[in-house]
């Protein structure tokens, strides 16, 4: 079962807020930044908006829409929640996002009836711990199974039994499969590909042969509704990272320098926080009309301290081809964890570095990033 919060954050704005009710709530940016949308209720989504949309464009839209800006700890506190809701229904739940889990419904029928009747004590269980609707899909697999979910929104319940599979996926829009993006979908519209349907119709290696061999056999695979079934907890998060949208582009070289020195310190101290250490570097370059790119870098060896995170980032930005550009965005990553095991390979100079690094984010917590002589610019 995939279980996925409807307007999840503008939801929360208008439950602590009544007088939201029935107007267009957009989550993100105030108008006039440069932020994108956060998420934004369906009464929004009547007048074209979507996340990820500038902002600038959604006021064009909406010029009446209400407009917030995140409010990140309180969403995650009422997350927390809906967790806690699913777990009423089965001890394994598996969250793959703020908003969103998988929860394996193996052998709940002698307990709480057929598919339909368990999702029906979800979406009940959920709305009772936190007053908010979710849409609910149930599918032998995780694919299906997310898909259904987002079939009937909102409020929505889909059933697809693994007979009905190749039924429910053929009339879908291609881009209804996980990997199909913008460029993706061009590529298959321009090959006369729209729907799963016409996706059946090309073999592996015809798809392989177009596309790429590892995006040959994704799409094989998925346009017949094949995918894992496997739920429960994971390693953790793939990446941890932040990035910057300033208010106007930028050519300040030194002024993108701090901002990747401020960044680095926030992703280092979470990795900490997390005791995670990191090979790969990965910085994001936005530029004017939404061009991003992306540069990475694995290094020799894992870590998650301040300056060796910077130091890549920095090389990456003044390597990657876009230094003399105006940035609107810019942002720094680290990913590809590193087991304890291979950290105990250099022991003193790992404990040396780390007893340093835990004084200092300690220092910080306590007086603030100032007295290191950098800000973090909260967002």
């Known amino acids: 079962m995939h279980v996925d919060m409807d307007a999840f954050f503008a939801a929360i704005e208008q439950l602590d807020d009544p007088s939201l009710d029935g107007k267009p709530v957009i989550v993100g940016a105030k108008p006039g930044g440069r932020g994108v949308v956060s998420t934004c209720n369906y009464e929004a989504r009547r ?5 990820a949309m500038p902002i600038s464009q959604a006021s064009k839209r909406c010029p009446h829409g209400v407009y917030l800006r995140p409010r990140m700890k309180r969403y995650a506190a009422v997350s927390k929640e809906v967790m806690a809701a699913l777990s009423t229904i089965s001890p394994v739940v598996e969250p793959v996002s703020v908003d969103e889990a998988f929860v394996d419904v193996t052998g709940l029928g002698a307990l709480f009836g057929n598919p339909p009747a368990i999702g029906e004590r979800t979406k009940k269980a959920v709305l009772e711990r936190t007053g908010l609707g979710c849409s609910v899909g149930i599918g032998p697999n995780r694919l299906v199974a997310k898909i259904a979910s987002d079939h009937d929104k909102p409020d929505g319940l889909t059933i697809v039994n693994a007979d009905e599979v190749d039924a ?3 009339p879908l829009p291609v881009s209804t499969l996980r990997g199909v993006g913008r460029v993706l979908g061009k590529k298959l519209a321009a090959a006369g590909v729209r729907t799963v349907a016409d996706l059946r119709q090309w073999d592996r290696r015809k798809l392989s042969k177009r596309f790429g ?3 040959g056999a994704m799409l094989h695979r998925q346009a017949r509704g094949k995918g894992s079934d496997a739920i429960g907890h994971r390693e953790g998060r793939k990446s941890i ?4 949208t300033f208010d106007r582009d930028v050519s300040d070289t030194e ?9 680095s310190a926030k992703v280092g101290r979470s990795a900490r926080r997390k005791g995670l250490h990191g090979r790969c570097i990965q910085i994001k370059i936005r530029l004017k009309g939404f061009e991003t790119h992306t540069r990475s870098r694995t290094i020799r060896e894992a870590t998650n301290g301040d300056d060796e995170i910077f130091k890549t980032g920095w090389e990456l930005f003044k390597t990657s081809g876009f230094a003399s550009k105006p940035i609107r965005l810019i942002g720094i990553g680290i990913s590809d964890w590193s087991s304890d095991n291979q950290l105990e390979l250099f022991p003193r100079e790992h404990k040396k570095i780390d007893d340093l690094l835990d004084t200092r984010d300690r220092i910080v917590e306590r007086f603030g990033a100032d007295v290191f002589g950098f800000k973090h610019k909260k967002k």
């Open 255 to 263: 002024k993108i320098r701090e901002t990747l020195r401020s960044q």
């Open 241 to 244: 990272s932040k990035e910057t």
């Open 168 to 170: 429910f996926l053929a």
């Open 213 to 215: 061999a590892n995006t």
């Open 47 to 51: 007048f074209g908006l979507h996340s």
